[in-house]
Each structure stands twice: as C-alpha cells, then as structure tokens.
C-alpha cells in the first residue's frame, strides 16, 4: 500500500510538473481547439489536433505547439472529420434516449435509462483514446472503434479517474455561469474554459490513457515483430536514449489491411 501510494504521488507530482512546464503552449492550443469546435462538425478536427499535441507533452517530448495542431489536422483530417460527425450523431442519439426515459414511467424505461447511462460512460471512456488511434496507427474506422471499446474497460480505473476530474471541472464551469452570475466570475470562468480547461483535459487524458495503448498495442506488436525497423518505435519516443523528429504520419499499419 505504501509503495502504490508513492508511485500516485510521483505521478501527481509528475503531472502537474509537465503541465506547468507547458502551460503557455496549451494557452493558444485550447483557444483554437474551442473556435474550431463551435463549428461542432470539424470537432473531430480539432480533436486531432489538440491529441497530437498533448500526447508528446504527455510523454516529454517537444511540440511546435499551434503548427503541430494544424499538420496533424491535415495529415489526418479525412478519418478524423469522418468519427466526429460519428461521434456527434451517437452522443446525440444518447442524449435524447436518456432525456426521453428519464422522463418515461415504468419497469422498462427504468431499465433503458440504466442500460444507456452504462452506454453514455462507456462511449466516453471510448473518445478518451480514439483520436490518438488515429494519429498514431494506420486502422480502419471500424478497429479505431473496436479498440477503444477494448481500451475503455482494460484501462477502466484511469479512465473513471479521468472522467471524474472532466466532469468536476465541466460542472464548476456549469456551475460559476448559471448560478454565479456576476461579470468578474463569469469573465474568469469563460477564460477558465476557453483558454486553460481544454489543454488541461487533454494533456490529463494523454497522461494516464497513452501508457495503455503501448501496453496493450504497441509493445504485443513489437514482440509479435521483432524484426520491425526500430526507426517506427522511435517515432513514438519508445526508445528514451534516441531523439527523432516526430512523424504526423500513422506509423503502423493493421495486418488485416496488408
């Protein structure tokens, strides 16, 4: 118990010491993250640019900050606008059935409420990993889906750790706007969530949800092919002593599409 209790501050610590460090970059990258994402159907862009960014933050890299964002958009912009006009059309759906059988009587509502409560946490945890799948690996839509359905439950615990602090801070925002509504408060809750929140999120999201995908993905890929040009793995800074340049290009390639 002691020792896991060391190792969750050294990851505390940890975190906000990159976070800090970095905290100036992800200022512009959260505010062209939030205008591009009031277009609601480019969110998946913004999405991939923002998830490139703060997955070599994540993993102490450097980035070029808002050029990064904008070359990870257009390297990937086809299968990213392509899941968040998915992902739009699903969380849409989702809300309207919990509003629908929230206000529903009866066995059978209550059941469809709980049913979707479950699919509404489980699609969450899903979107916390399908934007860097999609930078990262060279997948069909269909597997970036798969695969993070499989990462929301193998990662659970980070993942609900994730969700509770997004949701902590979504509902602060909430809560500051609708029931504190004096000009100095809604000023700092509005720069709050437009310039600090979303960088912070991501970074958070990278941080505990990035460490999963090359346990699971990349490191069982690397033992399956050892003869793989090591060249790919450096790529992902997965070899600590060598610094490459950084590709925004997807770096591996599903077996089933060889």
Not at 185 to 208: D, S, W
Request: proline fraction near 4%; include cysteine.
């Amino acid at each position: 118990m002691e020792e896991n209790t060391t190792n969750q501050k050294t990851s505390f610590f940890r975190f906000f010491e990159l976070w800090f460090q970095n905290f100036w970059m992800l200022v512009p990258i959260s505010f062209v993250y939030c205008v591009i994402g009031m277009l609601l159907i480019p969110h998946g862009l913004s999405q991939a640019g923002i998830t490139n960014v703060a997955r070599n933050l994540a993993r102490n890299r450097h980035s070029f900050g808002v050029s990064d964002f904008f070359d990870t958009i257009k390297a990937n912009w086809k299968q990213a606008l392509a899941v968040g006009v998915i992902n739009l059309l699903v969380s849409a759906l989702l809300c309207f059935g919990l509003v629908f059988y929230f206000n529903a009587e009866g066995l059978f509502a209550d059941i469809a409420l709980g049913f979707l409560l479950i699919c509404f946490v489980v699609f969450s945890f899903m979107r916390y990993y399908m934007w860097t799948l999609i930078i990262t690996f060279d997948l069909p839509t269909s597997k970036i889906y798969k695969n993070s359905f499989l990462l929301a439950f193998v990662n659970f615990k980070k993942n609900l750790f994730v969700g509770v602090v997004e949701l902590a801070l979504c509902a602060g925002v909430v809560f500051a706007l609708v029931k504190l509504p004096h000009f100095i408060v809604l000023f700092l809750a509005t720069i709050l969530a437009v310039f600090v929140f979303p960088g912070f999120i991501h970074l958070l999201i990278q941080f505990n949800c990035f460490p999963a995908i090359q346990k699971y993905m990349i490191d069982p890929y690397y033992e399956a092919h050892p003869e793989e040009d090591i060249l790919l793995r450096r790529r992902l800074s997965l070899e600590p002593e060598e610094h490459t340049e950084e590709t925004l290009d997807p770096v591996f390639r599903d077996e089933a599409e060889s």
